[in-house]
Each structure stands twice: as structure tokens, then as C-alpha cells.
């Protein structure tokens, strides 16, 4: 069992910036990857950013690449994302989810998370 908590939401300005933390407990953190999603209401939950385990190796979609990046402090058992140039279109609830290192399916795909935290909100106003 993994326990995720999400912090670091709010209002911001488009353009500004915002570092969300998904803090975990429970099991060995560096055993599972590191999915950042988000969910505006009325839309399916879309995948932003992970990273593996160890933090070697992350991976973005094409939507946020270049803006957002995704580190992870296994020390803290902490996930960070930090998201620059935000835009109103990006209101949403702002999830984490885990999953074992050994789970090789698609790990874009929200339903191939084992783990959720309740998330934080993230409102960009324009």
C-alpha cells in the first residue's frame, strides 16, 4: 500500500508558474514511477509527466514538454512538478498516481496506476 498527498495548488496567473509535491508513505517509494495527471470537469484524467523509480528516466506529453519538468527526491519519498508558462486551458484537479517499477504497461494510461492521491487544485486565470 502507497500513500499519496498532493500539495502545492492554487491561483496563478497565465504565464506564471507553480510547483505541485506529491508526497508518498507506505512502501519502499523507489520501487514504484511517478505519474502526474490532471482532470478538468467533464474531461477524462490526461497524463502530463512521469519518471521511474530511481528518477533516471522521465517522460512528458507533447502538451506540457518544455514547460513542465518532473523530479523526484527519493530521500523525501517526494515528487515534485514544476510547471512554467501556465495557461487558462490548464485549470484542473492535479493528481500523482503510482505504480510498480515491474508494471510495464502503458504508463501514460491513467487506468494502469495502482495508487491515487485526492489531488490538489491548480486554477490559472487569465
Known amino acids: 500500500q502507497v500513500q499519496l498527498v498532493e500539495s502545492g495548488g492554487g491561483l496563478v496567473q497565465a504565464g506564471g508558474s507553480l510547483r505541485l509535491s506529491c508526497a508518498a508513505s507506505?512502501?519502499?517509494?523507489?520501487?514504484?514511477?511517478i505519474g502526474w495527471f490532471r482532470q478538468a470537469p467533464g474531461k477524462e484524467r490526461e497524463f502530463l509527466a512521469r519518471?521511474?523509480?530511481?528518477?533516471?528516466?522521465?517522460y512528458y506529453a507533447d502538451s506540457v514538454k518544455g514547460r513542465f519538468t518532473i523530479s523526484r527526491d527519493n530521500a523525501k519519498s517526494t515528487v515534485y512538478l514544476q510547471m512554467n508558462s501556465l495557461k487558462p486551458e490548464e485549470t484542473a484537479v492535479y493528481y500523482c498516481?503510482?505504480?510498480?517499477?515491474?508494471?510495464?504497461?502503458?504508463?501514460?494510461?491513467?487506468?494502469?496506476?495502482?495508487?491515487w492521491g485526492l489531488g490538489t487544485q491548480v486554477t490559472v486565470s487569465s
Open positions: 507506505g512502501r519502499t517509494f523507489s520501487n514504484y514511477v
Open positions: 519518471v521511474t523509480g530511481s528518477g533516471g528516466v522521465t
Open positions: 498516481g503510482a505504480v510498480p517499477n515491474t508494471v510495464f504497461r502503458d504508463r501514460t494510461n491513467p487506468r494502469t496506476y495502482s495508487y
